[in-house]
């Protein structure tokens, strides 16, 4: 869902207008920059269960990188 945020605007503005699904230059920066490092940490955890979501969570991201455009 962050990855389609819109240049200008919110994803419901995006929604409304009819617009791309595809991802933003600016949804990208801010998974990269400010979700990615946090899922990174995450990985780390003492607990079984927060590193097999924040690892499941990572490689959602990056296998959707690699089939985007």
Known sequence: MLKRLPENGT???LEKQGGSTEGTERGRDLVQQ???PHLEKLQQDDDVDVRYFAMTAA?????S???SP
Request: aromatic share 8%.
């Open 59 to 63: 490689q959602g991201w990056t296998d």
């Open 34 to 36: 400010r979700i990615l």
């Open 65 to 67: 990188m690699r089939t």
């Open 11 to 13: 994803i419901l503005d």
